[in-house]
């Protein structure tokens, strides 16, 4: 198993320019999100999903939109990159409520 | 909505013991986790708790008060691979999602 799997690692947007960040995972997992990681805050939510064709918001939403047509993929959508959108974001699944996640190895993403 | 508080930095010696405080606020509480992240790398699961009382996992332990709204992180016999952030995490009341305190960095010095 290849656990979560996240591409790419290192991405340097200019301000306005759209792009996917790509996640998939191979272990069957129900539950998947999306955290970005800033310094001194620690992680936060962004998208989440309990299934395919299922999606929500979580505390930091504005400025990217996901969807999950198959359980094994979460791409997050950066719809028009902004300055502050400089982050590590972080890909997570878990079989279910009762279980800790497992991340994606990350994607440092620079937008100048 | 949560609020998860925990020390920023700490340094122990190696050998030693140390533990980690974590204290939240929550309007829904269905679990506590412990994460451990070493630097530009992603975290990994270390325990979970729900019910009051100890968790033991070889050197690592975790504690869960409910009521008084605490956890901690208990490591012993440190070594120097233990040098990490330590992520504190309570899932929400419908299970499907953490929220993360800002982390503790561990440093372990010889």
């Known amino acids: 198993n290849a656990g979560v799997t996240q591409t790419p690692k290192f991405q340097v947007l200019k301000t306005g320019q759209s792009m996917t960040l790509q996640c998939a995972q191979d272990?069957?997992?129900?539950?998947m999100s999306w955290y970005r990681q800033d310094p001194g805050m620690g992680l936060r939510l962004i998208h989440y999903?309990?299934?395919?064709?299922?999606?929500d918001q979580g505390e930091v939403p504005n400025g990217y939109n996901v969807s999950r047509s198959t359980t094994e993929d979460f791409p997050l959508r950066l719809l028009s990159a902004a300055p502050s959108q400089t982050s590590v974001y972080f890909c997570?699944?878990?079989?279910?409520?009762?279980?800790?996640?497992?991340f994606g190895s990350g994607t440092r993403l620079t937008v100048v | 909505g949560q609020n998860i508080d925990q020390p920023t930095e700490m340094t122990a010696t190696e050998g030693a013991i140390v533990q980690i405080n974590c204290t939240y606020q929550t309007s829904g509480f269905n679990g506590l986790f412990w994460y451990q992240q070493h630097a530009g790398e992603a975290p990994t699961f270390l325990s979970y708790?729900?019910?009051?009382g100890l968790e033991e996992k070889g050197r690592f332990s975790s504690f869960l008060s409910r009521s008084k709204g605490y956890s901690y992180l208990l490591l012993k016999e440190l070594q120097m691979k233990d040098s990490a952030s330590y992520l504190c995490?309570?899932?929400?009341?419908?299970?499907?999602?953490?929220?993360f305190g800002p982390g503790t960095r561990l440093s372990v010095l010889p």
């Open positions: 995490a309570c899932r929400d009341n419908y299970g499907q999602n953490f929220v």
């Open positions: 997570a699944s878990s079989p279910g409520a009762v279980y800790g996640y497992t």
């Open positions: 272990m069957n997992h129900e539950y």
């Open positions: 708790n729900v019910l009051d």
């Open positions: 999903s309990v299934g395919a064709g299922i999606t």
